[in-house]
């Protein structure tokens, strides 16, 4: 990464001399990741407008930096990621193209509580195996939502102080929304509490521990890395012996690895997108997200009330 990165720097230099944004008018604002992109984008509505990096279905993990995207780092007055945890990719590129800008990492924001990740993809039985590293998805907590919204507000406030009231408005009624959500998706998702189910990855744990779900295990131990006869037969074993109700996909990776763990056990198939591939990106899409892994869960997870 750091070799093809270099190439980039030196035609970009002159970016980061680009005069600043003039009173009144919100700075350029970068968000890597579209949960993320949508919170910046609800605190900035009358404003601005973020960019967003990583859209359509491409997913955070797997992701490969583009030209265009250096010229975004470069150009960005604001850049929001959750942190060196999940984007990886963006590690080298903000210490080289984004030195102008003022770097938010959101996982260690004030009020963000993170959990430790999960290893092994098969789980005990209360469904935190700890590893000595953080699980990165914290936006799947709501409430980190809202510490991650308090933040952003802060963030712009300070790099955009005409707007600052603006902003800490917006932050205000996100806040709130979000609460209320988390509330009817809470009533919603009683009903499905205690039934096993397996994820693609271990993308989900933020969303289980808040409203106290049942996963047995993920069938990846991580994105990309390839699974052997032995994971899979492992994987068959374990949702019978923990008779889990259903196996999820995601659709940022292709299905056939899913279908072939689920061929003849009776499991269920269902689908949890933790990044929102298909809804448009904007303020809106965060409340989507949750609610579509909700609807998901209940979708299949009832079927076997």
Known sequence: MKSRFRGLVLPLLALLIAAPASAGTAPPVLATIKPVHSLVAAV??????????????????????????????????VIFWIGPDLETFMTTPVATLGTRAMLVTLETAPGVKRLRARHGGLWQDDGHDHAGSYDPHIWLDPQNAVAMTRAIAGALAKA?????????????????????????????????????????????HYFEAR????????????????????????????????????????????????????????????????????????????????????????RCLDKHT
Request: with cysteine.
């Open 211 to 298: 409203f106290g779900l049942s996963p047995a295990g993920a069938v990846t131990i991580a994105p990309g890395r390839p699974v052997g006869p032995r994971r899979i037969a492992a994987l068959r074993q374990e949702a019978e012996s923990r008779k889990a109700l259903c196996i999820f996909r995601e659709p940022q990776f292709a299905p056939r690895l899913v279908e072939t763990i689920e061929a003849g056990t009776g499991i269920r198939v269902g689908v949890l997108d933790p990044l929102g591939a298909d809804i448009a990106p904007g303020p809106g899409l965060y409340a989507t997200v949750l609610a579509r892994l909700s609807q998901s869960l209940i």
């Open 160 to 204: 955009d102080p005409a707007n600052a009231a603006r902003y800490r408005d917006n932050a205000v009624k996100s806040i709130a929304a979000i609460e209320a959500q988390e509330r009817k998706l809470a009533a919603a998702l009683k009903p499905v509490r205690g039934k096993p189910y397996i994820v693609f990855h271990d993308a989900y």
């Open 44 to 77: 900035m509505a009358g404003v601005g407008t973020p960019e967003l990096m990583i859209g359509g279905e491409r997913s955070e993990h797997t992701y490969e930096l583009k030209p265009s995207d250096a010229q975004k780092i470069a150009q960005a007055g």
